[in-house]
């Protein structure tokens, strides 16, 4: 089936533009994630959704980003007045709720990314 | 607040050989992932390890999980070109929030 798909793949702005990302999940796949990538680190939460609220917005790092979901599905990240610091990979993850063992956890999958690049 | 490191974080080893990358986590956690990422790809997923003591195998890699140690291991058997990558491990102490570990980059040379 169909994985996580983002768009655009790259993104090039000047510095001060906003910017919008997309992300759609796994059809059926209730929580979704953001999370950023900068070059040799780590993954960095930003944000998760469970259906269309957002319990935890706790990993976006100004007030300049924001993300909001529809209809439990697509989900946009907004970056305004970007800045160079901005620059990374943003991922998005889906996932369901899964049972192994009597015990439940949330295998994410992963979209390819988008490449912000702020000039 | 919970950290998760890896180590080593740069890997090089010739194929046929044998190595073990670790990851520790500072909080209590049962459910420990492994994720693969490929040179400007996104990350797959790897294993899933949701109990203390709990091993996984897939072809050249066994994963496994010491939770009262909060250590993960990943060991490589008998190396391939194939296995050169990234190799994060993730953990979370809520079912949703993950944190990742910095990535080991593994590079196998002929």
């Known amino acids: 089936g169909a994985g996580v798909s983002q768009s655009p793949s790259n993104k090039v702005t000047e510095k001060g533009k906003d910017v919008e990302l997309r992300c759609d999940p796994i059809?059926?796949?209730?929580?979704l994630y953001w999370y950023r990538q900068s070059l040799g680190q780590g993954l960095e939460f930003l944000i998760y959704?469970?259906?269309?609220?957002?319990?935890?917005k706790s990993g976006l790092p100004s007030d300049r980003f924001s993300a909001e979901r529809t209809g439990g599905s697509v989900s946009t990240l907004t970056i305004q007045r970007t800045q160079q610091e901005d620059s990374a990979v943003y991922l998005c993850?889906?996932?369901?709720?899964?049972?192994?063992?009597?015990?439940?956890?949330?295998?994410?999958?992963f979209g390819p990314g988008t490449r912000l690049t702020v000039l | 607040e919970l950290k998760v490191e890896q180590n080593p974080l740069f890997l090089s080893m010739q194929e046929g050989k044998n190595y073990t990358i670790y990851c520790n986590y500072s909080?209590?956690?049962?459910?420990l992932y492994w994720y693969r990422q490929d040179p400007g790809k996104s990350l797959e997923s790897l294993f899933v390890?949701?109990?203390?003591?709990a091993v996984k195998q897939e072809g050249r890699l066994m994963a496994s999980l010491d939770t009262k140690a909060r250590l993960s291991t990943l060991h490589i058997t008998a190396a391939v070109h194939d296995l050169s990558a990234t190799y994060f491990c993730?953990?979370?102490?809520?079912?949703?929030?993950?944190?990742f570990g910095k990535g080991t980059l593994l590079t196998v040379n002929p």
């Open positions: 390890l949701l109990s203390n003591g």
């Open positions: 909080t209590t956690s049962d459910r």
């Open positions: 059809s059926g796949h209730t929580a």
């Open positions: 959704f469970q259906g269309n609220s957002a319990p935890d």
């Open positions: 993730a953990t979370g102490g809520s079912n949703y929030k993950l944190t």
């Open positions: 993850a889906s996932s369901l709720y899964l049972w192994e063992m009597a015990v439940s956890f949330n295998e994410q999958f």
